[in-house]
C-alpha cells in the first residue's frame, strides 16, 4: 500500500515537472502566453497572457495564452487590480487596452478560475544603479576598451549599427542575443558591459 | 531593447552590467563622436545612398585616390567651409582623414548643427574598399532620397491626420502608450503572430519611436504580401492623440 503510493506521488510529481517547465497547467492548458514567456515561466494559480473580451453582464474575461487558446476567468467585488501605483477593484479591468498583457492570479482551480488578483504588466524600467550617462561613456570612449576595462555594446539591429554607432562598440541585435552572446560577450564576467540601442530607456 | 539585452547578461552572470539611458538619440544630442562602420559606408555606396563624404586629407593625396562620392577638403580649410554644407541638417556628413577623422573635426561639423554627422573607422588608412583616382572637386552636392519602403515625413502626417480610405496606420511601439486615432497597435515582437488583424486590401503606413521597430516591421509585413510603407522619424504621440514627427 505504502508502496504504490509512493509510486503515485513519485508519478504526479514527474508529470507536473514535466508540464510545468512547458508552461502548462496540470489538464495540459497553457498558462503562460507568447511575449510573457520570455521572463516567466509557470506558476501555480496564476495565468499569463494578453487580454481578451472583458464581458461585465457575465463578470468573465477572456486571457489570450496561445494561438486560439483562451482562459475565461471569474471576477467579483473581491477582485483587486493592480496597475503600477494604483490598484482598483475590477470594473477598471474593461479600460485597459485589447491585447494588454496581465497576470492572473486565481483561486476555485483551473475548471472555475476566479480571479483574486489582476496584475497588469508595467514598462519596462531600467534600475536607477544601473544606468551610465553620457559624459562616463564619452571618458571611457576617449580611453578605449583596453585601458577603460569595458565592452560597449550596441543592442539595435544589425541595419542600424551600420548606419554609424558610438566609437569602440560592438553589434549584438537583441533579437539574436541568444545565439551570438558567447561570441561577442567577454570571458570575464566581471569587466564592465555597457549597453545602448535606439531609444532612451 | 538594450534593457533586456542588460537583463540577458546578468542573466548570465556578468555582474558589472550598465546602460546607457539616454540611448543613442541622447548620445547624439550630448553632441558624442559618431562612428561609421566602413561596411556602412559600403552599404551606402552600393545602394546608391545618398551622403556627404568629405576627404580632409590634403588635395594631393585625394586626388590621388578617394573613396567614391568624396569631396575634397583638407582638414586646415574645413573650418571656413561651413557655406559649403548642405542646408539640410539632417545629412548624413561622413569625415575621413589618413587616420580616422580627429574628435576636433567632428565637433566643428557637429557645432554647424550636423546631427548625423559621423567619422569613418579607422580613416583612408583603414578603408579596404576601392580609391577612384582623379579630382574629387570641392563643391557639396547633397539630394536625400528615401530608402525602400519608406515614406515621406509630409506623406506620413498627411496620412496620419486625415482618415484615408487606401491607408491604415499600424504603430508597433509596445501597447498601453497613447496612440494616433484610428491607428492599430500591434506590437512589433507580436506582429508575425497577429496579422490577421491587419486589412489586405489598404497600404499600411507603419510607425514607431524611431523607425526601427517599424523597419523590422515593415520586412514581416513585405515577406507576407502587405502593401506597407514605414516612416524613419521620430514619432510623439500625446495623451490627447496629437503627434509629432521629426526627423532623427
Not at chain 1, 539595435?156 to 552572446?181: K, M, Q, V, W, Y
Not at chain 2, 551606402?44 to 585616390?65: C, N, P, Q
Request: charged content about 25%; some cysteine.
Amino acid at each position: 500500500m505504502i508502496h504504490r503510493n509512493k509510486t503515485s506521488l513519485l508519478l504526479a510529481a514527474l508529470v507536473a515537472a514535466t508540464f510545468s517547465t512547458a508552461g502548462v497547467s496540470e489538464a495540459g492548458k497553457p498558462t503562460v502566453g507568447g511575449s510573457c514567456k520570455k521572463c516567466h515561466t509557470a506558476e501555480a494559480d496564476t495565468v499569463r497572457g494578453n487580454l481578451g473580451t472583458v464581458s461585465p453582464d457575465f463578470n468573465t474575461l477572456q486571457v489570450k495564452v496561445g494561438k486560439n487558446l483562451i482562459w475565461i476567468v471569474n471576477y467579483d467585488d473581491k477582485t483587486s487590480v493592480v496597475n503600477g501605483d494604483k490598484t482598483s477593484g475590477a470594473e477598471s479591468i474593461k479600460d485597459l487596452p485589447k491585447n494588454k498583457e496581465i497576470s492572473i492570479s486565481y483561486s476555485g482551480g483551473e475548471s472555475k478560475p476566479l480571479a483574486t488578483e489582476i496584475i497588469v504588466k508595467q514598462p519596462y524600467k531600467v534600475p536607477e544603479d544601473q544606468k551610465i550617462t553620457n559624459d562616463e561613456v564619452a571618458k571611457l570612449v576617449s580611453m578605449g576598451p583596453g585601458k577603460g576595462q569595458y565592452t560597449l555594446i550596441d543592442a539595435r539591429p544589425t541595419g542600424a549599427f551600420l548606419g554609424g554607432h558610438i566609437p569602440t562598440a560592438i553589434s549584438l541585435p537583441f533579437d539574436s542575443f541568444e545565439e551570438n552572446c558567447s561570441v561577442v560577450l567577454p570571458q570575464d564576467k566581471d569587466r564592465l558591459l555597457v549597453f545602448y540601442c535606439g531609444g532612451p530607456t | 531593447m538594450s534593457p533586456f539585452s542588460a537583463r540577458e547578461a546578468v542573466k548570465l552572470g556578468y555582474t558589472n552590467v550598465k546602460v546607457l539611458s539616454s540611448g543613442l538619440p541622447g548620445w547624439k544630442k550630448s553632441k558624442g563622436v559618431f562612428e561609421m562602420p566602413a561596411n556602412g559606408l559600403k552599404k551606402m555606396i552600393h545602394e546608391d545612398t545618398s551622403y556627404v563624404l568629405i576627404d580632409l586629407r590634403s588635395k594631393k593625396a585625394a586626388t590621388a585616390g578617394h573613396i567614391k562620392g568624396a569631396v575634397s577638403i583638407p582638414e586646415a580649410d574645413l573650418a571656413v567651409a561651413k557655406d559649403k554644407f548642405p542646408t539640410d541638417k539632417s545629412a548624413p556628413v561622413i569625415l575621413y582623414n589618413d587616420d580616422q577623422a580627429s574628435a576636433k573635426t567632428f565637433a566643428l561639423v557637429r557645432g554647424w548643427g550636423y546631427k548625423n554627422a559621423s567619422v569613418l573607422n579607422g580613416g583612408a588608412k583603414a578603408w579596404d574598399g576601392m580609391f577612384f583616382p582623379g579630382d574629387p572637386g570641392s563643391k557639396i552636392v547633397y539630394v536625400k532620397k528615401l530608402k525602400p519602403g519608406e515614406i515621406t515625413i509630409a506623406e506620413f502626417k498627411k496620412a496620419a491626420a486625415s482618415k484615408m480610405t487606401d491607408k491604415v496606420i499600424l504603430d508597433v511601439r509596445d501597447s498601453g502608450m497613447s496612440t494616433i486615432p484610428g491607428a492599430i497597435n500591434i506590437p512589433q515582437a507580436e506582429l508575425a503572430g497577429r496579422l490577421a488583424e491587419l486589412p489586405k486590401d489598404k497600404e499600411i503606413i507603419i510607425h514607431c519611436n524611431t523607425g526601427i521597430l517599424a523597419s523590422m516591421a515593415l520586412k514581416t509585413l513585405q515577406d507576407n504580401g502587405y502593401k506597407a510603407r514605414y516612416v524613419d522619424a521620430v514619432v510623439q504621440v500625446s495623451s490627447d492623440g496629437s503627434f509629432e514627427v521629426s526627423s532623427k
